[in-house]
């Protein structure tokens, strides 16, 4: 239950930074120069043309998004589960709840005679269910599953209904044209005005009423009768007023409520959205489908990209293939940069057009130094300038990127009408985009070729196959990206072009395409190893300078006997060994090891004796050691638990008289199970002399399961995640073993045990339901605690008294 509990809370944390990170009211509503406010952008709404009556000094704005236009926003519309946990950590400072918004069921009675009573009904009816889109699909996911499964609900039983309802062709998004419609009870009062035949139905297992109205970072004064605007305007106000004409009675509500425990919704509410999209709409299946994961997707690519990056520096030895990988690095961590920052903006504007733009100046730049590291593989190194020919195939390129950059003067690179609110999503492509992909697939299909001419002599013909595989599958990948094929239009297209570059390099260097370390023939040439390397027809292909000369058939002898060396005399091997292409030939010379040899030999009989009389001597002082340490141990740890195993005889001379053998029975077995971890921790503190955590809690939870037998419920909770010094830990342990016995032997049935860090102290509350002022410890408890520099305490807590025990936090150097 405690973990539960800290799960929720620290979802419902990550919940409220999330609006931190997309509403800082605070600091930026005072630095604007329009007041503005947002509503939702919401087809079947007249909410921002009341807006601008009853705030005339306010200019409203619709927002694709609740946390829109960041750095200007002064107020905006929001449900009361995000508004509430806004206020209570500060983001805002003010909440005006406007109007009330039921998730309904609304039935079309001109299309449908369906008999609907509750969510349960809709795949039974055999008849189309639209949702409502805008802001809708996660709320209302979660307030079916809360109408499904109650209070303590998950997304398991909304998600099969509507995924059932999808997989037979009956569920439409974003619609509200179909017999049925899940949406709020407003939407259905604006159906309703426009002339449909509309029943709403409050569904029966229940559902969520929400508040919905403005939050601000500053007071919001309101101009006339804003109430009976609302309700003209065909919205329920938070009391309940309305049109009757548009809504249900006031009884028929009886099954909507509230969200009572908002931790837990927004809780559930943060993983709706992947799991709408995947397990309903079947979209996202391959790639990130939330914030969450679209952030979290693009730290582990921009890890992966540094970490190949530095290990290609590590690996090559030519210049021109580190300072490829270090180009490469650059341009894919640029890429996902402005990636990020672009969908850090959530509605499309010229900032966000511009940095999609901006795409193209990586795209392009990419293919350049594939083609400048293909060309400089065989050269010697040189200061890094460019060649002519490869600066005015960047001239081209920058050409093209300026052609994107200006396209909205000609549209000559991508068509699309500013004046469509979805223009982001419905553009086409006109002539010069194909110029800007053939200049970016061109210089690669260059690249490829010299790299295949100048592997052309490398004896593994069929390599090059490896990396063109990862290119053939980038150039398909992009040919469905153009096409809008989803499994690859719903993808992230920087990160997967990127991953592909990656795979092709790491492909092309593990294949020999890019040789990473092209010095080798100088290196061997004047190392002073008496090495030669031949190929299969015996030809010598790389030779030291002081290689060796052998007979004609030495090589196939030294190959034979491999790994074992062929012995040309008394102070020379020849050793061969078979690589690819050919055979590597090296001599050693053994002389001085021979001379070594026998001086070693002469040393070690030497030393035989000698260390046959030091063996003897080290053995029996090794014996008396060992049994002067088994002995100060043993002794220690009879010590140790002496009061303990006094303890124990005490209640099992008690145990056959008992009244309550049960109870004896379990308070014996609490004593063992206390002994035993006792001695556990005894000898830890002699291993390590730290205990993490975690691990104390386990104690914990074991000795409160044997607790249970003695009619003790005892929860244990931890926010721990440190190591603990194993005497802070047995102190720790002791005390929640004597309250554990002390409530056993009181009928003192429920313990609420917690471990935090607070303050840089380490604490341990334990709160027994009956009064704690009558538990003593004994005086060797304390004085355990006081030499350790603990503090024991006894505490009036508003509902009851608890016993703790805190340890300040130190380092390692304090002891």
Request: hydrophobic share 45%; glycine share 6%.
């Amino acid at each position: 239950m405690g973990r539960e509990i800290k799960n929720c809370m620290s979802r419902t944390t990550a919940f409220v930074l999330l609006c931190l990170v997309f509403f800082p009211l605070a600091g930026w509503a005072s630095n604007s120069s329009e007041n503005k406010v947002y509503y939702m952008d919401d087809e079947f709404a007249a909410y921002g043309g009341i807006l601008s009556q009853i705030l005339p000094d306010y200019t409203a704005e619709r927002s694709v998004s609740i946390y829109d236009s960041v750095e200007k926003v002064m107020a905006a519309e929001a449900f009361d589960v995000q508004a509430l946990p806004a206020l209570a950590h500060g983001v805002a400072k003010y909440w005006y709840p406007q109007y009330l918004a039921t998730a309904v069921i609304a039935l079309d009675r001109d299309r449908t005679n369906a008999v609907v009573n509750g969510w349960g009904d809709l795949p039974a009816v055999g008849e189309s269910v639209g949702m409502a889109g805008v802001h809708s699909p996660e709320i209302l996911l979660t307030t079916i599953s809360y109408g499904l499964e109650g209070e303590r609900f998950t997304l398991a039983r909304a998600t099969s209904l509507l995924a059932n309802l999808r997989a037979n062709n009956r569920f439409v998004m974003s619609s509200y044209d179909e017999p049925i419609v899940i949406c709020y009870d407003y939407q259905a009062a604006a159906m309703i005005q426009s002339g449909r035949n509309i029943e709403v139905v409050i569904p029966c297992e229940g559902t969520f009423t929400f508040e919905r109205g403005l939050l601000s970072n500053r007071p919001l004064s309101f101009a006339g009768d804003a109430d009976s605007l609302l309700i003209s305007a065909g919205f329920r106000l938070p009391d309940g007023r309305c049109d009757g004409a548009l809504y249900p009675d006031a009884a028929a509500y009886i099954n909507a409520a509230g969200v009572t425990d908002i931790e837990h919704f927004n809780s559930i509410y943060l993983d709706s959205t992947h799991v709408f999209r995947r397990a309903v709409l079947h979209t996202r299946l391959y790639s990130s489908s939330d914030s969450w994961e679209h952030q979290l997707f693009a730290l582990v690519y921009m890890i992966i990209v540094i970490a190949w990056a530095a290990s290609v520096f590590h690996r090559a030895m030519q210049k021109s293939v580190r300072r490829s990988a270090f180009l490469a690095g650059v341009i894919l961590l640029g890429w996902m940069a402005v990636r990020l920052l672009k969908y850090q903006i959530v509605q499309a504007s010229t900032l966000t057009r511009y940095l999609w733009f901006s795409y193209y100046l990586f795209q392009l730049a990419l293919p350049l130094v594939a083609l400048w590291l293909a060309a400089a593989l065989d050269k010697p190194d040189s200061d890094g300038r460019l060649p002519k020919w490869l600066r005015v195939i960047a001239a081209v390129s920058g050409a093209l990127l300026v052609l994107v950059f200006t396209n909205d003067l000609h549209r000559l690179v991508f068509r699309y009408d500013l004046n469509d609110p979805a223009w982001s999503s419905n553009y086409g492509y006109g002539p010069g985009f194909w110029f800007v992909q053939a200049a970016c697939w061109a210089p690669i299909a260059v690249a490829i070729v010299i790299l295949l001419v100048k592997s052309g002599r490398t004896p593994r013909k069929k390599s090059f196959l490896f990396p063109a595989a990862f290119m053939a599958l980038l150039m398909l990948y992009n040919v469905g990206y153009v096409a809008r094929i989803p499994l690859a239009y719903e993808s992230d297209l920087t990160m997967v072009i990127g991953l592909f570059a990656l795979l092709f390099f790491e492909a092309a260097m593990r294949t020999g395409m890019i040789p990473v370390n092209t010095k080798y023939t100088a290196l061997f040439t004047h190392s002073t190893l008496n090495m030669r390397i031949i190929n299969s027809g015996g030809k010598t292909e790389m030779s030291s300078v002081s290689a060796i000369h052998y007979n004609s058939d030495m090589p196939a002898s030294a190959l034979a006997s491999y790994p074992l060396p062929v012995q040309q005399d008394e102070n020379t091997l020849l050793y061969a060994a078979g690589i690819t292409g050919g055979s590597a030939l090296w001599q050693e010379d053994i002389t001085g090891l021979n001379r070594l040899q026998r001086a070693v030999e002469e040393s070690v009989r030497r030393l035989a004796a000698a260390n046959a009389v030091l063996a003897e001597e080290e053995q029996i002082k090794r014996g008396i050691a060992e049994r002067d340490a088994k002995t100060q141990l043993m002794a220690q740890l009879e010590a140790e638990i002496a009061d303990p195993i006094l303890m124990l005889s005490g209640i099992a001379q008690r145990l056959g008289g008992a009244v309550d053998r049960r109870k004896e029975t379990a308070r014996f077995t609490l004593s063992l199970c206390y002994i035993k971890r006792r001695c556990n921790l005894f000898f830890r503190a002699w291993e390590t002399g730290s205990l993490p955590a975690g691990e104390l809690v386990v104690y914990l939870d074991e000795m409160a399961g044997i607790a249970g037998y003695a009619g003790l419920k005892v929860i244990v909770t931890s926010e721990l995640k440190a190591t603990l010094f194993v005497r802070e830990a047995t102190l720790f342990y002791d005390l929640f073993y004597h309250i554990a016995d002390w409530a056993a032997n009181r009928n003192c049935p429920h313990i609420l045990a917690h471990l935090w860090a607070e303050n840089r102290n380490i604490t341990m509350r334990l709160r027994p339901s009956a009064d704690v002022t009558a538990f003593v410890p004994d005086t060797l408890f304390l004085e355990s605690v006081a030499s350790t520099g603990g503090e024991f305490a006894v505490k009036d807590l508003d509902d009851a008294v608890a016993v703790s025990l805190s340890f300040s936090e130190r380092g390692e150097g304090d002891g």
